[in-house]
C-alpha cells in the first residue's frame, strides 16, 4: 500500500514538472521580405552541398530530366531556414509557383529592392496574357528558350499582339538558364487564344522568333484565325458565317459542337499516327500507307455514327482552325 502511494506521489512530481515546462513546437522560421539571386543557382532537395538538385516537373520527360535553375528573373519567398540554408519558394513567375521549391545557401539570395530598371519594367503598359509554360534546350553550340503563353483579351489586331509577344520576349531573352551559355541564342514566344488552345501546340494566333542571323524578333500571325476573330466582334456576317451558323446547328442536333468535333478528329489521327510508328519506326511507305488506312477507317465510323458527309468533316477542320479557341 505504501509502495503504491508513492508511485503515485511520483507520478504526480512528474506531471507537474511537464505542465511547467512545455514542449516548444518548432516552427518554420519565415522571412516576410521577397528575394532574387544574383546568379544562377540549382535548387536542392535539401539543405546540404551533396543534396540532389529539384526536378523541373514541368520541362522533364521520362528520357530528360531538366532541374529547378534560379536567375534574376525570379522572384523568391523564403518558407523555412536551416543554419546557413534557406528553403525558397518561387512566386514570380506564377506557374513555376507549385514546382520551385527547394533549398539553397543563404548567402545566394539578394533582397528585392525597386530600383529603376524594376520600377521601368513594372511600369510597362498591363497587357492581359498568361505565361503558363516554358521549355529550354541547349548543345555545345545552342541554347533555345521557348516560352507558351494565352492571350487573355479580346483585342485582336496584329499590333496589340505584336505587344505581347514583344513584352515576353524582353522580360525572358535575358535569363541566366543554361548550363554553358550566358543567355538564349534563339528564342521563341506561341501566343494562343486559350489555355486549352496550347494543347495543340500548332494552333497559336501570334509566334515570334529570335535567331543569331536576325537583327531583330520576327513576328507572325495566323491570319485566319484573326479574320475569323474580327468576323465576329462585327455585324456583318460572312458566307463563311452563314456557312458556319448552318454547321454548327447540324451538328447541334446530334450532340456535338464544332469544337469537340475538330478535338475527336485529331485525336482519332494522332491515334493513327501512333499506331503506325509503332508497326513501322523507320517510316517510308508502308508507314504513310498505314496512316491512309487507319484514316478512311475511322472517318467512316464517325461518318456512319453522326450521319456526317465527307463535305461536312472537311468544313469542321477548315472552321476550327478559325473559330475555336
Not at 150 to 163: A, G, H, P, Q, R
Not at 278 to 289: Q, R
Request: glycine share 2%; hydrophobic share 35%.
Amino acid at each position: 500500500m505504501k509502495r503504491t502511494f508513492c508511485l503515485i506521489i511520483l507520478a504526480l512530481v512528474l506531471i507537474a514538472c511537464n505542465s511547467s515546462n512545455p514542449v516548444t513546437e518548432k516552427k518554420p522560421n519565415i522571412d516576410e521580405n521577397f528575394y532574387t539571386v544574383a546568379s544562377s543557382v540549382y535548387l536542392l532537395v535539401s539543405p546540404s552541398d551533396t543534396s540532389n538538385n529539384v526536378i523541373d516537373e514541368i520541362n522533364s520527360s521520362d528520357i530528360h530530366k531538366e532541374y529547378c535553375a534560379l536567375d534574376s528573373s525570379h522572384l523568391i519567398v523564403i518558407i523555412d531556414t536551416e543554419d546557413k540554408w534557406s528553403k525558397i519558394k518561387v512566386i514570380e513567375p506564377t506557374y513555376l509557383s507549385k514546382t520551385y521549391i527547394g533549398w539553397l545557401p543563404t548567402e545566394k539570395l539578394i533582397k528585392f529592392i525597386p530600383n529603376e530598371a524594376i520600377v521601368a519594367k513594372q511600369s510597362i503598359p498591363n497587357i492581359q496574357y498568361e505565361v503558363v509554360n516554358e521549355k529550354k534546350y541547349e548543345t555545345s553550340y545552342k541554347a533555345q528558350l521557348t516560352e507558351y503563353a494565352f492571350y487573355k483579351d479580346s483585342i485582336y489586331t496584329e499590333e496589340v499582339l505584336t505587344d505581347v509577344v514583344m513584352q515576353i520576349y524582353n522580360l525572358n531573352k535575358d535569363k541566366n538558364v543554361f548550363k554553358a551559355h550566358d543567355k538564349a541564342t534563339v528564342v521563341g514566344v506561341y501566343l494562343f487564344t486559350s489555355k486549352e488552345a496550347i494543347k495543340d501546340k500548332a494552333d497559336w494566333i501570334a509566334m515570334l522568333s529570335k535567331s543569331p542571323n536576325d537583327t531583330e524578333p520576327i513576328v507572325s500571325f495566323n491570319q485566319f484565325k484573326l479574320t475569323a476573330l474580327a468576323n465576329l466582334s462585327d455585324n456583318i456576317k460572312s458566307e463563311d458565317e452563314i456557312q458556319l451558323e448552318k454547321l454548327k446547328s447540324y451538328l447541334k442536333k446530334r450532340g456535338l459542337d464544332l469544337c469537340t468535333l475538330s478535338d475527336i478528329l485529331k485525336k482519332m489521327e494522332l491515334d493513327n499516327i501512333h499506331k503506325a510508328d509503332a508497326k513501322y519506326p523507320d517510316y517510308g511507305e508502308k508507314h504513310m500507307a498505314m496512316i491512309d488506312r487507319l484514316d478512311a477507317q475511322s472517318y467512316k465510323q464517325l461518318k456512319k455514327k453522326y450521319n456526317l458527309n465527307e463535305d461536312m468533316l472537311s468544313k469542321v477542320s477548315i472552321f476550327a482552325m478559325s473559330y475555336c479557341k
